[in-house]
């Protein structure tokens, strides 16, 4: 299936990230491969490390990867440590995180992730999760509903998060909910009229709420920027893309500190975002932000 996903801030990562021919690139988030591929056409003496926890997205985009430098993991970024040692390497020249969901998972994993088709409720980023693996369906309906509630409000800043989850609990006291549609559809009846017609898709963050706490995405941005800050050589240089306030913020503390500690400088002191040309030919960026550090020691 051919990919639809657009890398967002895609001349302002390369660039940023400062690469040479011979440089090692660890590209933890490869989704559709955008980034990476840049990377190969633009330094093919470049060696590229790309992980991603979804297999999917790692058979579909090896296709393109045919002249490149390339080796790929079937792993989380969180555990890029370890993929380092099996490919006997300490330290590499940059390190590129460009998190959230690609078009692609949206659109053709068949996991969840969209409230605009029916599908299974998983959510999960593993394309054969394991019976004892969180998803969004045992969440809606095994957490009490003050979890559910903290998690759609906290992780999603989704001011109705209470009234969603009490009518998540009214509806799964009936039948178990398994589908996005069922799901999309208590969202719907725990709004008021008003905002479900509002700007943004009325369970666009109970979705994303679901999805960060399925995959525990928080923790693993931690654990991944430690890491791969570990990992880079001096000089080396880190890029970022977020996409949720909670990540960005966690980035920009992870950065300052490192700059605070002084072995880090700030490439750019506030975030890079696209511009009017972008947006236009890719409303995904509109929430993209781009933070990239350069490692002193």
């Known amino acids: 299936m051919e990919s639809r996903h657009k890398p967002v801030l895609l001349n302002e990562t390369i660039e940023g990230l400062d690469l040479h021919d011979g440089d090692v690139v660890l590209d933890g988030t490869l989704g559709g ?6 990377i190969c056409h633009r330094f093919p003496g470049a060696k590229i490390i790309a992980l991603d926890q979804d297999a999917g997205a790692i058979r579909q985009a090896r296709e393109k990867f045919k002249d490149c430098r390339i080796n790929f993991h079937n792993e989380n970024f969180r555990n890029l440590d370890k993929v ?10 940059a390190v590129i995180l460009d ?4 078009s692609d998972q949206l659109q053709n994993s068949s996991r969840g992730f969209s409230f605009m088709k029916s599908e299974p409720l998983f959510m999960t980023m593993k394309e054969n999760p394991r019976p004892d693996d969180l998803t969004a369906e045992m969440m809606v309906n095994e957490w009490r509903e003050q979890s559910l509630a903290d998690i759609i409000y906290g992780y999603g800043q989704e ?3 209470r009234k969603i989850a009490r009518g998540i609990v009214e509806a799964r006291e009936k039948s178990r909910i398994r589908t996005t549609a069922e799901l999309v559809e208590i969202i719907r009846q725990s709004v008021p009229p008003p905002y479900r ?11 994303q709420a679901l999805r960060i ?7 693993a941005l931690s654990e991944g920027l ?8 001096p000089s080396g240089r880190m890029a970022v893309i977020s996409f949720h306030s909670l990540e960005d913020r966690i980035v920009k503390k992870f950065f300052k500190q490192k700059e605070k500690e002084n072995r880090a400088k700030l490439i750019n002191k506030k975030p890079i975002v696209a511009g009017e040309e972008e947006l236009k030919e890719n409303p ?8 990239i550090a350069e490692k002193i020691k």
Do not use: M, P
Not at 33 to 38: F, I, K, Q, R, T
Not at 226 to 233: D, Y
Not at 284 to 291: H, I, P, V, W
């Open 284 to 291: 995904k960026s509109r929430s993209a932000k781009l933070r």
């Open 159 to 161: 001011r109705y998060g």
């Open 33 to 38: 491969g955008g980034h990476a591929l840049e």
């Open 99 to 102: 998190l959230g969901l690609s």
């Open 197 to 207: 017609r509002g700007k943004i898709h009325f369970a666009t963050r109970t979705f």
């Open 213 to 219: 706490a399925v995959n525990d995405e928080l923790r």
């Open 84 to 93: 380092l040692v099996k490919e006997g390497l300490e330290k590499v020249s």
């Open 226 to 233: 430690a890491k791969g800050f570990e990992a880079l050589k």
